[in-house]
């Protein structure tokens, strides 16, 4: 069957994610001491992580789960038991400042976007977050021109691994699941979503994460594992 249609997720898939963190939160503690928080790195990540932890704990399956803004407003009323919203915004704001301003691009991104593109083959990018700021993300990135279609889960209510993720691009781009090809670096979301929706399965592992190291518990593997974003076209052409 011919490929006509490549889903990529976005973070850690298309950029590597973990220098981007490392610098997103540099950039907030920063703005948090200029603003009289006494943190060491270390106080730093234990206060991030507890407004993180209870996101996740009342958010779950939403995108809201990974909004970088609502774990700092969490963090400060836990500190200090107050709204802080003047504090909340501003370390969001510079977390995804610093955060944004170190990304780039995995190798040979753009050159195989260009070449899928030159053979007709339809790009979607679909992503677990908010909308905002993955239009912020693919814009710095200077994806817009070799993409068809951007989706969030917020704009669909479920995360992947939900079949809807999958469903409505393909629905959009009127392509069917026998012709398409999910890429992403997360066996859950990715690679298990992609499968239960019919598409071909790609785990790429170009970046530090332990995609190929996690045991899928009796699930249907990926269909194919890269290591160099150019290897796809292999796959796909």
Same mark, same amino acid.
């Given at each position: 069957?011919t ?5 990529? *997720?976005l973070d850690d898939?298309?950029?590597p994610y973990p +220098? ?5 939160? *540099?950039a907030?503690r920063a703005?948090a #001491?200029? #603003?009289?928080?006494?943190f ?10 507890? &407004?993180?932890r209870e996101?996740?704990?009342?958010? /779950?399956?939403?995108?809201?789960t990974?909004?970088r803004f %609502?774990?700092f407003?969490r963090a400060?009323e836990?500190?200090? $038991?107050?709204p802080?919203?003047?504090d909340?915004?501003?370390l969001?704001?510079a977390f995804?400042?610093g955060?944004? =301003?170190?990304?780039a691009?995995f ?5 195989t976007l260009?070449?899928? @593109? =030159?053979?007709?083959? *339809?790009v ?7 909308t905002?700021i @993955?239009?912020?993300?693919i814009?710095r990135?200077?994806?817009? +021109?070799y993409? *068809?279609?951007?989706l969030?889960s917020e704009?669909? $209510?479920r995360?992947?691994p ?5 469903a409505l691009?393909l629905?959009? %781009? ?8 999910m890429?992403?670096?997360? /066996?859950?979301?990715?690679?298990? &979503?992609?499968?239960?929706? &019919? %598409?071909e399965?790609?785990l790429?592992? $170009? ?8 045991d899928?518990? $009796?699930?249907?593997?990926?269909d194919?594992?890269?290591?160099a974003f150019?290897d %796809? ?5």
């Amino acid at each position: 069957m011919t490929i006509t249609t490549v889903l990529f *997720d976005l973070d850690d898939t298309l950029y590597p994610y973990p +220098p981007c963190k490392e610098a997103g939160m *540099d950039a907030a503690r920063a703005t948090a #001491r200029d #603003r009289g928080y006494d943190f060491d790195r270390e106080a730093f990540e234990e206060f991030y992580r507890t &407004g993180r932890r209870e996101v996740k704990r009342e958010l /779950v399956g939403t995108a809201a789960t990974h909004e970088r803004f %609502l774990y700092f407003k969490r963090a400060l009323e836990e500190r200090t $038991g107050e709204p802080r919203a003047g504090d909340a915004l501003a370390l969001g704001e510079a977390f995804w400042e610093g955060y944004v =301003d170190e990304m780039a691009l995995f190798p040979n991104v753009e050159e195989t976007l260009e070449t899928l @593109q =030159d053979a007709g083959v *339809d790009v979607a990018i679909v992503t677990n977050l908010t909308t905002r700021i @993955q239009l912020e993300k693919i814009d710095r990135l200077g994806l817009e +021109p070799y993409i *068809d279609l951007l989706l969030t889960s917020e704009e669909t $209510g479920r995360e992947k691994p939900g079949s809807v993720m999958f469903a409505l691009p393909l629905a959009r %781009l009127e392509s069917r699941p026998s012709e398409a090809v999910m890429v992403g670096d997360n /066996v859950e979301a990715d690679v298990v &979503g992609g499968n239960a929706a &019919g %598409l071909e399965t790609v785990l790429f592992n $170009g970046g530090d994460g332990d995609g190929a190291d996690v045991d899928l518990e $009796g699930r249907r593997a990926p269909d194919h594992r890269m290591d160099a974003f150019g290897d %796809l076209t292999e796959v796909v052409l």
